[in-house]
């Protein structure tokens, strides 16, 4: 997760600066702390063992985590409070990078703790960006255990803080705005993951609103990639609105208002570049959008409406594959080939499937069982879905 841009927050600043009061880094400890930060920007599952190797020099004489039962215990460790701060923010960063080469351990959670920890620090010494980016990454970690209700509060104070302090930073009008997307842009993806959907509509909503009022230049890469992947989320609450209106067979409208809102991510996303799998895995999902509004015209009896939207999502899914296929993303391709699924069920359903009953079956039953190998706990809900919905038709 990249620091908020212009807040300056000490707890990303290099070991060199220090709080008022504090004595003058000593060389060996400045030198220390930058190569642990080299060693976490290498993200290899070697350089961040290198990098708690180092951190164990610095912790010496330090309390250890599960020693620690209050923030005074750790202000009266050997080194200084704002050191203090980075080093177990340090830790918690390392265990982030972690999670991703060893799933069995529960660094998220040993990461938030570190985190944690020096958020106490950044509140005893009255830190308020240091603050604000702290609530920020051990909402990430909640988050990344999907413990979405405690990640929404602690985004939502990241953003209560930074009210309570952004009249008293001189900074030009584009950081500000950039600062305000990004955490409005956390607290509506966490609103949408509990299902507060009007809410999430509201504060993401406004993110679009603050980035319209910037033209050409100002309109910078990053408030163009935070804006997009707001919009990105804000599609996908019109959509859950839609599934849980009262028309028993979705609103027509609010879909068409998430491939509106889809049209301007994509329009954002091609303006600044990413990646070839993040538009492939954001397309998956316009393409969803497609086959819910042939469900919906399918249900109502508007046949060749039905078809032109099963033929776009058909389409979007063939141009997904390939893309996929270039830049070797397995992962994301079990999301291509439940959509693909979905897309035949619906053609049964219309009599127009070139696909057998038998062969339906027997493509959700190997998506199941890829589902369950992989363990991935997203792509299992997506294959329960159509198949609960394969199932429902026949009986």
């Known amino acids: 997760m990249r620091p908020l841009p212009g807040l300056n927050a000490m707890v990303y600043r290099p070991a060199t600066d220090r709080w008022e009061g504090e004595p003058v880094t000593s060389p060996a400890r400045v030198r220390l702390f930058a190569e642990v930060d080299a060693a976490i920007r290498l993200d290899t599952h070697k350089s961040c063992t290198r990098a708690i190797q180092l951190l164990d020099k610095l912790s010496a004489d330090a309390p250890k985590l599960d020693q620690v039962t209050s923030p005074g215990e750790i202000l009266n460790s050997a080194l200084p409070p704002s050191l203090e701060m980075r080093r177990l ?3 918690g960063h390392v265990y982030m990078e ?9 660094y998220y959670d040993k990461a938030y703790d570190y985190y944690d920890m020096a958020q106490s620090i950044a509140t005893e010494r009255n830190d308020l960006p240091s603050q604000i980016e702290l609530h920020r990454l051990c909402a990430l970690m909640r988050y990344g255990t999907m413990r979405f209700y405690e990640a929404l509060a602690l985004y939502q104070e990241a953003l209560d803080r930074w009210r309570d302090i952004v009249e008293q930073l001189a900074q030009p009008a584009v950081t500000r705005v950039e600062q305000e997307v990004t955490l409005r842009a956390d607290v509506g993806k966490m609103l949408w993951n509990v299902g507060q959907f009007d809410d999430a509509q509201a504060i993401l909503a406004r993110t679009r609103t603050l980035t319209m009022h910037l033209r050409g230049e100002r309109r910078t890469p990053y408030l163009r990639r935070q804006t997009a992947d707001a919009v990105w989320t804000l599609m996908l609450v019109f959509r859950c609105q839609s599934d ?3 028309a028993s067979d979705g609103d027509a409208t609010l879909v068409g208002t998430a491939i509106k809102r889809a049209k301007t991510v994509d329009r954002l996303y091609q303006s600044v570049g990413t990646s070839q799998e993040n538009l492939a895995r954001f397309t998956i999902q316009v393409a969803e959008l497609y086959l819910d509004l042939a469900e919906i015209y399918q249900l109502r009896g508007a046949r060749g409406r039905a078809r032109y939207n099963l033929t776009i999502g058909r389409n979007l899914v063939i141009d997904i594959a390939k893309t996929l296929e270039s830049v070797n993303a397995g992962a994301a391709m079990h999301l291509v080939d439940v959509v693909a699924a979905r897309h035949d069920i619906l053609c049964y359903m219309a009599g127009a499937s070139a696909a057998s009953r038998q062969a339906i079956t027997a493509q959700l039953a190997s998506l199941q069982k890829r589902a369950n190998a992989s363990g991935a706990r997203l792509l299992q809900a997506k294959v329960a879905v159509v ?6 038709l026949h009986g």
């Open 98 to 106: 972690l999670d991703a080469y060893d799933k069995a351990h529960d």
């Open 244 to 246: 849980a209106s009262d």
């Open 89 to 91: 923010a340090a830790y």
């Open 387 to 392: 198949l609960a919905e394969w199932l429902m």
